[in-house]
C-alpha cells in the first residue's frame, strides 16, 4: 500500500512539472512570429507527406505559418477525443470520415456550410456522391474529402484463368461458382478468398449489397435479422462452410503478400493502400497476374456497392484561426494538389475531375477502383457506429468458428443494438418534440 | 480541556499532513466520489458534447450490467484469471524463490537477476516476443510439442487457448516480483529452526512442511493478498496480445471498462463497472483476510 501512495504522489509532481514545462515552450515559440501559425493535424504517412505540399502554401499566404503534427493512425482517435475536451484542438485535421459523425456529435468540428457557400475551389458535385456524402451529418457538411479509401476485389489472374474464367464475374452466384472452380485447381490446403473473421467489413459490404440500411427508424434500431442482411449475412457465411474461405483472423496470415503469391487464396477484398504493397512485395514473375475488378454484387440489377472509406479535411469548432484553415482546406483540394498529393502517397483523390488526369487513367488497376467510386455507400452515420459494427464482428466471427448459429446471431445483435441506441432515439424523440413545440 | 502545547502541537501535526492529505483528497477521493456519482448518469459522447443530455439514471447502468452477457463473460475471464493465474503465479514465484536460496545454486544472485528481468522489460517488447512464440505455424512452443507429437495450438486464435496462454505469459512476466519477496521472507527464517528439525530427523518435505511453510505466513498472506488484486485487473496483457479476443475469450472486466469508457464514451457504464470491480476485489480481499484470521 506503502509503494503505491508513494507513486501516486510522484505523478502529482511529475504532472505539475509537466504542466510548467508545456507553458514555457508555448510561450517561447508564439510570440517570435507575426504570421498566423495555423495547426494542422494528420495521420500516419499523409502526416509525413503534407509537409512537402506545405511550402508551396505558405508562399502564396505569406500572412500563415503552417504547422504540421503527424499523430500516429493508433492514437489519432483518443488524442482528438482528449484534445477536445481539453480544449486544445488544432485549428484543422485530416479525420477518418467515419470519425465525422461522432466529433460532430461531441460538437467539436465547425459546420462547413458557409464556407462551401462561397467557395470557388470547393463544391459538392466536384465530388462522388457517395463520398461526399460522408461527411453530411443531419443535412449539414462537415468535412470535405481529402483521398478515398474505397475496397475492391484484388484477385490472381493466372489462377481464375486456369479455373476457367478470364473476367470476374458480376453476380454473387457466379462469383461463387468462380470461387469453387478456383479451389478446385488451387491445390490442397489451398482457398479461394480471404476474409478475416476478425473484420467487419465484409459482411457490412455484403448486406450493404443486398440492400441492407443496416439500421432502421433514424438509425435508432437495428436491422440485422431483417431479410436483407440475413441473406447476405447467410451468403457470407455460406463461404466458410464450403471451404471457400479459412476462418482466419488477419493476423493469423503471418505475411499476406507471400500467401497471396504462394496461391494460398487467390481474392481478396482490400483498399488502394494494398496497390503499392502489392507491386513492392509480390515477385516480379507474379506482377502480371493480379488483377483488381469491382465487387460483385447479388444479382444483376444490383450492382456491387462498398464502404465509402477515406480522409476528410475538417475545421475545429475552437479553432481561432476558421478563414486560414479553410484557405489550407482550399488549397489541398484543388486538383493540380491531389494528383501531387497522389504522386507522394498514392492515395486516391476524392475529386472526381482529378481521375481524368493521365497519372489515373493510365493505371489499370485503377480502373476498378474508378469504377467502384461510382458505387459507394456511407456506413451509418452515428457515433455509436463503430461500437456496433465490433459487436457485428465479434458475433460474426462467433458463426464463423461454429460457436452461435447465424440467425440467433443477427436476432441478439439486434437486441443490443436497441438498446445501445436508446439514448439516440431519446436524443431523436427530444428533438422532434422541441421541433414541434416551437412550430406553431 | 487541553493544554496550549497539546494544541499546538496538534495543530502543526496537521499542517504537516495537509500536503499529503490535500493530495489524496484530490487525486484520490475526489475522483472516487466523482466516479461513484458518474455511475448513476448516462453520461456519453453525447454529454460530453452537451451536458444537458446527460440524465440522472438511478441503478440502471448496474441493472444493464447484470444483464449483459458480455459482462459476465469478462467476469468469468477476471475469476479464471485470479482462480488459476494467481495460485500458479504465488507457487511459482515461491518454487523460484527456494530454489535461488537453496544451497545447491551456485551463483543465486545471477538467477535472482535473470528470474526478475521479465518485471523490468517493457510489456510491449516482450508480447511480441511471445506472439512469435504462440504462432500456430511459426511458433516455437508448438514446434516444441511437435516433437513430442502434439498437433499445433492456434493460441491466441483459439477461443480456448487464449486465456491459458495469457495466465501463462502473465505468470512468466511477474513471478520474478513475488520471488523477490518471498526470497526476503526466506532469509529471515533463523537457520536454528531448520537444525533442530534435522536433528528432530525431519526430512525435505517436513522441514519445509513444518518450518518454511509456517514461517511464511506473514509473507504469504501479503503475496497473496496483492497478487489476487493484481490479477483482478488483468489489462496490458490481454490488451497488446489479443485486444480481447478471439470471440471475446481474454476480455477482462479492466479491458472492458477501458474500452466502454475511454473507446465508446459510455463513462456512466464505466464508471459502474469500476464500482463492481472495486467491490468484487475488496471482498476477495476480505475473505483472504479472515481465512488468514481463523488459521491463527
Known sequence: MSARRGRLGLDAVSLLFGLGSFTLVGCGSSSRDERTTLRFWAMGREGEVVQELVPAFEAENPDIRVVVQQVPWTAAHEKMLTAHVGRSTPDAAQLGNTWVAEFAALRALESLEPWLATSTVVAPDRYFSGIWDTNVIDGAPYGVPWYVDTRVLFYRKDILARAGYETMPETWPEWREAMRAVKAVAGPGNFAILLPSNEWTQPVIFGLQAGSPLLSDNWTRGAFSEPEFRDAFHFYIELFREGLAPPYRNNEVANLYQEFGRGAFSMYITGPWNLGEFRRRLPPELQDSWATAPLPGPDAAHPGVSLAGGSSLVIFEHSKHKPEAWRLIEYLSRPEIQLRFLALTGDLPARAEAWSDSALTRDPHLLAFRRQLERVVATPKIPEWEMIAIELQNRAEAVVRGVTPADSALTSLDRYVDRALEKRRWLVERKRTTAEAAAP | ?296
Open chain 2, 1 to 296: 480541556m487541553k493544554s496550549t502545547t497539546e494544541r499546538q502541537q496538534s495543530r502543526t501535526a496537521w499542517l504537516f499532513l495537509a500536503p499529503a492529505l490535500g493530495l489524496i483528497t484530490v487525486f484520490f477521493f475526489l475522483p472516487v466520489v466523482g466516479g461513484l456519482l458518474l455511475s448513476l448518469t448516462d453520461f456519453d459522447i453525447y454529454a460530453i458534447g452537451s451536458p444537458d443530455t446527460a440524465r440522472f439514471v438511478g441503478l440502471a447502468n448496474y441493472a444493464h450490467l447484470l444483464s449483459d452477457p458480455l459482462f459476465w463473460q469478462s467476469l468469468k475471464v477476471t475469476f479464471t484469471n485470479v482462480l488459476l493465474g494467481a495460485p500458479l503465479s504465488v507457487l511459482v514465484s515461491l518454487g523460484a524463490a527456494l530454489l535461488v536460496s537453496s544451497r545447491l545454486v551456485r551463483y543465486p544472485a545471477v538467477f535472482r537477476s535473470i528470474f526478475f528481468a521479465p518485471v523490468v522489460t517493457t510489456l510491449v517488447a516482450v508480447a511480441i516476443v511471445w506472439r512469435y512464440l504462440y504462432h500456430p505455424r511459426y511458433g516455437l512452443i508448438d514446434h516444441a510439442l511437435a516433437q513430442i507429437g502434439i498437433a499445433p495450438i492456434d493460441w491466441l486464435g483459439d477461443p480456448n487457448w487464449a486465456m491459458p496462454a495469457i495466465i501463462l505469459m502473465a505468470v512468466w512476466k511477474n513471478f520474478g516480483y513475488n520471488m523477490i519477496i518471498f526470497v526476503a521472507g526466506l532469509q529471515a527464517i533463523p537457520e536454528e529452526l531448520y537444525e533442530a528439525a534435522r536433528v528432530d530427523g525431519a526430512g525435505a518435505w517436513q522441514r519445509f512442511r513444518h518450518v518454511t511453510l509456517p514461517s511464511l505466513g506473514p509473507t504469504l498472506l501479503f503475496v497473496a493478498v496483492m497478487t489476487m488484486i493484481g490479477n483482478f485487473q488483468l489489462f496490458s496483457e490481454p490488451y497488446v496480445m489479443t485486444q480481447g479476443g478471439p470471440v471475446r475469450a481474454t476480455t477482462s472486466l479492466v479491458l472492458l471498462m477501458y474500452e466502454e469508457g475511454f473507446r465508446w464514451w459510455r463513462l456512466g457504464h464505466a464508471a459502474a463497472l469500476a464500482f463492481v470491480l472495486f467491490l468484487i476485489t475488496l471482498a476477495g480481499t476480505m475473505i483472504q483476510l479472515r481465512l488468514q484470521r481463523e488459521r491463527t
